[in-house]
């Protein structure tokens, strides 16, 4: 009969057995999102986040996981809303959609320029015949400069 000190022991080495399984001795493990099975996931990162009016800032949005042929994404309209009253827009020029050929883009890219000091919650979406399929948000914050945003 096991004690509890081995019964313990052996269902942390069978949880540790059924992790390295999972892991497929490739070091990483295997998820359904990397075998293309899951909705590509949408983040949106700025860099500086935190600066002095006027400031440049880069943003990158990017669709992590899913399949590269996501019909949904595919040939998606881009929509920034800056948060100080300025918006961006884009609508790309694509082949028609077949599966298991077309490819989404993944990664987005945009400079935009602050002139006030203030905190902006700057939104990007993506647009499928201007119905929203993705959404993300990030909030910049610029101390200095000029504070016209609040007078």
Do not use: K
Not at 46 to 52: E, I, L, N, T
Not at 112 to 121: D, I, K, M, P, V
Request: with cysteine.
């Amino acid at each position: 009969m096991l004690s509890r000190v081995h019964g313990s022991r052996l269902a942390a080495l069978l949880l540790a057995g059924a992790a390295l399984a999972a892991l497929g001795g490739h070091g990483s493990a295997v998820l359904a999102q990397d075998e293309g099975e899951g909705r590509p996931e949408l983040s949106l990162r700025a860099s500086p986040r935190v600066g002095f009016a006027p400031a440049d800032i880069l943003f990158v949005a990017e669709l992590r996981g899913g399949a590269d042929d996501w019909e949904e994404f595919y040939c998606a309209s881009i929509e920034w809303d800056w948060d100080d009253d300025t918006r961006s827009e884009s609508t790309p020029d694509c082949d028609p959609y077949e599966a298991g050929t077309s490819r989404i883009r993944r990664r987005f890219s945009m400079r935009h320029r602050f002139e006030y000091g203030g905190r902006y919650e700057v939104r990007f979406r993506l647009l499928n015949r201007d119905d929203p399929v993705a959404s993300a948000r990030t909030v910049v914050e610029l101390r200095g400069g000029r504070f016209g945003r609040f007078d």
